[in-house]
């Protein structure tokens, strides 16, 4: 046997298929282990990369603030800008060796900024992929949770950095430069939300704890507590509410000044991730259970499901204007969904284009029926 042509891939080769001749001869499918697909001629092995995917866990993902066509996730190495629509990758930012634990983008989209396991905060330029600025040893082990505020500030026109690590700490930054360090949790903050004016934030932690601070004075103003591993936290968005889950496999809904008020049995697998529609009528969750769940807010019923992930969904977004949601998963996978129908309308717009403006309102009354006494344990057992 004698060997004629050899052609190398990026990545181990895991599979080959063939198919129907596709063009100039390339009848033939080839994926490897670093998440590329490629078609290649069988005789002459030319070939074209047809599609790429991560190839680890991802382990966040947004979409900038005011577009519904582009997204961003963040894995092993590398930070990822896809065409939503075409479901194609644009961008690729690698920092080798590393694992992107956060990202987000701050409101104009100008700024891509990173959360990393070597304790830094890098930014980047979206457009080329070009290192900003890097906050070194922003936390004590990763950095779990970043985000970025609303406005930007009066006298420097920069916008404010809010970030939370493996150390417990969360962290207010100006550019590369500290303004406060927070630290009351005892376990890694998961994950952390900053209202629409800029003067309050909550941050939701492992340790099972949920703490929201006052953002300018940086005390905090109030705190619950639970038997759980607290992974996802958001704000109905009239902020009188917020949604957590975790570990325990349920969703809580909590009064922002008071306490628990509904608890949903949501999943039978840990739950890792909310997101919340702006006008707060349906939001979602995906979990270790590898279902997308559609929820129906003041009403607490579950809409429709969604399967395909062969692994936990780690984090799932509503696209801007309410027309798909997108899903990422533990093993690599990115699943665009269509909305349901009365997800899909935006309601905000509606009564905008009617020269009205629409207020969201949480009408959930507290449905808890017990006497505080299992959040009073996990709050003595945490201050311990």
Not at 14 to 24: A, R, V
Not at 62 to 86: E, G, Q, Y
Request: proline share 3%.
């Amino acid at each position: 046997m004698e060997l004629k042509r050899i052609v190398k891939f990026q990545g181990s080769v895991t599979s080959i298929s063939n198919g129907l001749d596709f063009k100039s001869g390339l009848d033939t499918f080839v994926g490897t282990s670093k998440g590329n697909q490629y078609i290649i001629n069988s005789l002459t092995l030319q070939y074209e990369l047809r599609g790429t995917a991560h190839y680890d866990q991802i382990n966040d993902m947004c979409f900038p603030r005011r577009s519904s066509d582009l997204f961003v996730t963040c894995s092993k190495n590398d930070i990822r800008i896809w065409n939503c629509a075409k479901r194609r990758e644009l961008l690729r930012i690698q920092v080798p060796n590393i694992t992107c634990q956060c990202i987000c983008l701050n409101p104009p989209g100008s700024t891509i900024l990173s959360g990393w396991g070597d304790s830094k905060i890098r930014a980047f330029k979206p457009q080329s992929g070009k290192l900003d600025y890097v906050i070194t040893d922003a936390h004590q082990g990763a950095v779990t949770s970043v985000i970025c505020t609303n406005s930007p500030e009066e006298s420097s026109g920069q916008y404010g950095v809010v970030s939370g690590g493996a150390d417990g700490r969360v962290r207010i930054w100006r550019g590369n430069k500290m303004i406060a360090s927070l630290k009351e949790h005892k376990g890694a903050v998961t994950e952390i939300k900053i209202t629409k004016d800029d003067t309050q934030l909550v941050s939701a932690s492992a340790d099972g704890s949920c703490i929201i601070w006052d953002f300018h004075r940086h005390v905090r103003l109030n705190a619950f507590f639970d038997t759980t591993m607290f992974k996802s936290v958001v704000y109905h968005p009239d902020e009188s509410q917020l949604l957590t889950c975790g570990s325990d496999r349920k969703i809580t809904y909590w009064d922002a000044a008071d306490g628990p008020i509904r608890v949903l049995e949501a999943s039978e697998a840990e739950i890792n991730a909310l997101d919340i529609e702006p006008d707060g009528v349906v939001f979602v969750s995906g979990a270790n259970d590898k279902i997308v769940k559609v929820w129906n807010y003041d009403g607490g019923n579950l809409m429709a499901t969604g399967e395909g992930h062969s692994l936990g969904i780690t984090r799932l977004k509503i696209s801007p204007n309410q027309q798909r949601i997108v899903s990422v998963g533990a093993e690599g996978a990115i699943f665009i969904w269509k909305m349901l129908e009365i997800g899909a309308r935006d309601l905000v717009a509606e009564a905008a284009a009617r020269g009205e403006v629409y207020e969201a309102r949480a009408q959930v009354e507290d449905e808890v029926d017990d006497d505080g006494s299992n959040y009073r344990n996990a709050r003595e057992r945490h201050e311990k």
